[in-house]
């Protein structure tokens, strides 16, 4: 089984496609981390996220099972993530190392901006997981202030819309809801919530 998990920064979608995992018992792969791990690798290189070669090399090198998680997470290599993103020819080398992690039995659940759109168009099961910009900044902002992180939530606002608006306005993958996908809004929602009406959704759709 596939499960396809696509949705904007902070939405959620990446805690809970990670329970979804466990439950189903499927691996579980953050296509973010790994823009993000070549962001970092071009950044740890001393070159710039817009230089293509630089990105399109760091993606060639990428190995799924190796990415430093703990390296991936600051705001300064989110941003150049989505720089490097926007990048066609960083997107083509990171597509097939999605797919074929995708191919891994007995399945796997994969979150990312894409993945019901152009990585796994056939998903046994698409959600199009969001929540207001406020939301999100809200939720990114309480998880940063309790890593000792302190931030100032407006421009944690800021920040995500940003790069929604680079998210979702590149000329290759952006950020949208596939025609088959669940849209499933966790404004109103706590992850419990979120999980049991996913669940709900998996299996009305393996019926
Ligand atoms: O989900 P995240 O914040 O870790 O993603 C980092 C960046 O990677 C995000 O700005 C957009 C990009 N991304 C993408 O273009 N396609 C994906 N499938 C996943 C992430």
Redesign the pocket.
Known sequence: MIIAIDGP?ASGKGTLARKIAAHYELHYL????L??AVAYEVLKADRDPNDTSAAFSAAELLDVDRIEHGQIRSAAV?QA??VV?AKPEVRAAILQIQRDYAARKPGAVLD????GTVVCPDADVKLFVTASPEVRAHRRWQELSATGHPVDEAEVLAEITE?DLR?TSRDIAPLRQAEDAYLLDTSNLDIEAAFDTAVGIIESAKK
């Open positions: 920064a953050d296509t973010g981390s823009y993000r989110g993530a989505s993103a990312g901006r894409d993945i790069r998210d």
